[in-house]
């Protein structure tokens, strides 16, 4: 018989007592001894059986991160990204960035919408910036050591050999979208004796220190009450039945659900992630360079590739290097410990309009950026805290 094997090699690492005899039904004890303190229940180490190519896993997470194996093949060089005819420079018209701040001031509860309607416009400056983003997105696998009741899964281990961590087939991801997908690794399933309730599919109950009952809280164990009376609640026995485990002084083992054996296996948790850089020109504006995090930008280049080649030509010689920077740090960063599935560069315009007004003889300054066209207004100055329509 084919499962023998398997059969024999886990009674020999048993850990227990009396490997193999799971008590019946009704030799089980009624109730326990009590119980000892609430121990933590992470399994004993001598519970995971060496797995050929598995041998740095653990239980619990953190352990088993496993590094790809060196290319077969040679990988594909990259190469340059698509040619660029023009990098065009578009900007708002003075409607557009009145209506966006008109909006923006009836966002503000306490804004009078006065200064932005009626405010004259007096210069629009256009500090439009570049974004290049590098995006590499990669795969990461780690194993760890798992269980969960048994109820009759296929138990596998040593019918021959686990594929490699980075063998096991997984779903396609979406290229760029984080993902997650956790495997059980074939032929690493074996069955063991439950470790918090040694096998047994109850532990003693804590309510009633496993006795089934307790001193009854009306008569406080006399058995009488007002003196000549008999406790109604006991029946003058002086204890009632735990309500917790129903009388039985035990309860069910909530680590194996009562069913006396785990399952014990290795999880394959496969994770892939896409890791962003995002350089942004500097553009002297005056608005911080952090509320341009927050919008779009007109896409002037896209390329996708198995690895990017750092965009050449740019007018702009920060953004080359910055793009160098980038595709060599990704690289370096990434293929040590994970899997680079796809790198997508792009270079965004973000357009930025510095729009100066006057308002009751008074001149002040706000922003319009991105393709959302957000407003940024230091000094509003009309909030009804503090003025008048
Ligand atoms: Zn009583
Ligand atoms: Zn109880
Ligand atoms: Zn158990």
Not at 50 to 63: D, F, R
Not at 100 to 109: E, Q, T
Not at 188 to 193: A, G, I, L, P
Not at 300 to 308: A, E, G, I, P
Request: glycine letters at 8%; one cysteine or more; aromatic letters at 10%.
């Amino acid at each position: 018989m084919e499962t023998q094997p398997i059969m024999n090699h886990q009674n020999r690492n048993y850990g227990v007592a009396n490997p193999g005899y799971v008590p019946a039904a009704e030799e089980r004890p009624a109730m326990f001894a009590p119980p000892a303190a609430e121990g933590p229940s992470a399994p004993p180490v001598g519970m995971f059986d060496s797995m050929p190519g598995y041998e740095g896993t653990v239980a619990g997470g953190g352990g088993g991160f496993l590094p790809p194996p060196m290319p077969i093949h040679p990988q594909p060089m990259p190469e340059p990204g698509p040619e660029q005819p023009q990098w065009n420079i578009p900007s708002i018209s003075e409607d557009t960035a009145r209506d966006a701040f008109v909006l923006f001031a009836s966002s503000k509860c306490c804004y009078s919408k006065g200064p932005a309607k009626d405010g004259v416009i007096t210069a629009m400056d256009a500090f439009n910036t570049y974004r290049y983003r590098l995006e590499t997105y990669t795969e990461t696998r780690s194993t760890e050591w798992s269980h969960e009741p048994y109820h009759g899964q296929p138990v596998d281990a040593y019918a021959q050999p686990p594929p490699g961590p980075w063998d096991i087939h997984t779903k396609t991801p979406n290229f760029f979208v984080d993902d997650k997908q956790v495997i059980k690794v074939p032929y690493t399933s074996s069955m063991k004796s439950c470790h918090v309730c040694v096998g047994m599919g109850r532990k003693p109950c804590k309510d009633c220190a496993g006795a089934g009952n307790k001193v009854c809280w009306v008569c406080n164990g006399s058995g009488y009450r007002h003196g000549e009376d008999r406790c109604h609640h006991c029946s003058g026995r002086g204890r009632e039945n735990c309500s917790h485990c129903q009388g039985q002084g035990s309860r069910q083992c909530e680590m194996c659900h009562g069913k006396q054996q785990l399952l014990v296996y290795i999880n394959l948790t496969v994770k892939w992630t896409n890791n962003t850089d995002n350089y942004v020109v500097e553009q002297l504006s005056g608005l911080p360079a952090n509320h341009l995090s927050e919008v779009s930008g007109k896409e002037l280049f896209r390329d996708t590739q198995y690895m990017v080649y750092p965009v050449m030509g740019f007018p702009d010689p920060s953004v080359v290097n910055a793009a160098q920077r980038f595709v060599k740090e990704h690289q370096g960063k990434y293929s040590q410990t994970s899997r680079i599935l796809q790198q997508r560069q792009t270079i965004e315009l973000i357009p930025v309009t510095k729009v100066t007004y006057l308002w009751k003889g008074k001149s002040h300054i706000y922003f319009v950026y991105g393709n959302e066209f957000k407003v940024k207004a230091d000094n509003y100055p009309a909030t009804c805290c503090c003025s008048v329509m």
